[in-house]
């Protein structure tokens, strides 16, 4: 894979309100050590994809990592589509589900007679109920970059699937948009060829690989002790940052940590040795996931 020029971390939302939300968190990290910066206050879901559809038609390489799964486990998706499933047909369902949803809200599919039994969606986790793990999930967790939350698990402040879902929706409506200009990477193959590459990125495993360990990022202090240990410079301006920034600031810089300065994405990182096509195709993975 063809390296960068530009690096973007987005901290997602699936939440239906508010539509513009400071829980939506966009930063840039240019190729380099320059310190990331944020982008932006506060942001909608059709605010960050039109963002991206301009953005693809620049002459440029970028990185865009979003804080949301754009498949989930094979198991289920055999279930519900059948053995010869691959992505294509989980974005269509999600999106076939939510037509008169805007701004890329989901919950017409998680509410679903056909998929609603997959998620669990209020009180007490039902009885013989299974949250099947993905196996870029596995490879996180078990190199030490922490365990990601399941997206069959729609509630509490945790949750991500609600999120994962949205994405699902941005991405097709992106490709049709965009193109090939555009790459869904693991999904897609063209990401040598494409101005944008997407993936989905777990936040958490930046900070691991900085060394914090579990808790949140939640000043500019805790940010700085961060990103040196990313290759990147600190944040000099007296600012205040979220939790939802920050997320997003750890992650541009942590993708341009994993790429490195070379022509080339390493070879682990661009094909991590554990991912069959096969996977990719249906579950995706976490970038940098294992490595």
């Known amino acids: 894979m063809h390296n960068f020029d530009l690096f973007v971390g987005i901290d997602w939302s699936g939440a239906k309100a508010p539509v513009k939300t400071r829980a939506i968190a966009l930063a840039l990290a240019w190729q380099g050590c320059e310190a990331p910066h944020i982008s932006g206050k506060t942001w909608s879901r059709e605010m960050v994809a039109d963002w991206i559809a301009a953005l693809s038609q620049k002459n440029k390489r970028t990185l865009i990592g979003i804080d949301c799964n754009f498949g989930y486990s094979q198991i289920v998706g055999e279930k519900q589509f059948g053995v010869r499933y691959d992505y294509t047909d989980l974005w269509q369902a999600v999106e076939a589900a939510n037509q008169n949803e805007p701004n890329y809200f989901a919950g017409g599919y998680w509410n679903h007679t056909q998929y609603k039994k997959h998620f669990w969606t209020d009180g007490k986790m039902p009885s013989g109920f299974e949250m099947p793990k993905r196996l870029t999930e596995t490879a996180c967790g078990e190199a030490g970059h922490g ?10 402040a945790k949750q991500v699937g609600k999120g994962g879902l949205a994405g699902m929706r941005m991405a097709l409506e ?49 940010l700085n002790e961060c990103l ?20 997003a600031l750890i992650a541009a810089a942590g993708l341009r940590y994993l790429c490195g300065q070379d022509k080339r994405v390493p070879e682990n990182i661009a094909r991590p040795p554990m991912l069959d096509r096969q996977t990719a195709q249906r579950e995706g993975w976490i970038f940098g996931a294992g490595s």
Not at 187 to 193: G, T
Not at 230 to 246: A, F, P
Request: proline share 6%; with cysteine; hydrophobic share 35%.
């Open 174 to 222: 992106l490709k049709r948009r965009c193109g090939d200009k555009i790459c869904i990477w693991p999904f897609e193959e063209n990401a040598d060829e494409a101005n944008i590459v997407i993936t989905e990125i777990y936040p958490r495993q930046f900070l691991r690989r900085a060394g914090w360990g579990n808790q949140k990022v939640r000043t500019l202090e805790e």
């Open 228 to 247: 040196p240990k990313l290759g990147s410079d600190m944040i000099e301006e007296e600012v205040d940052v979220s939790d939802h920034e920050s997320d």
């Open 147 to 156: 365990w990601p939350e399941s997206p069959f698990k729609l509630i509490g």
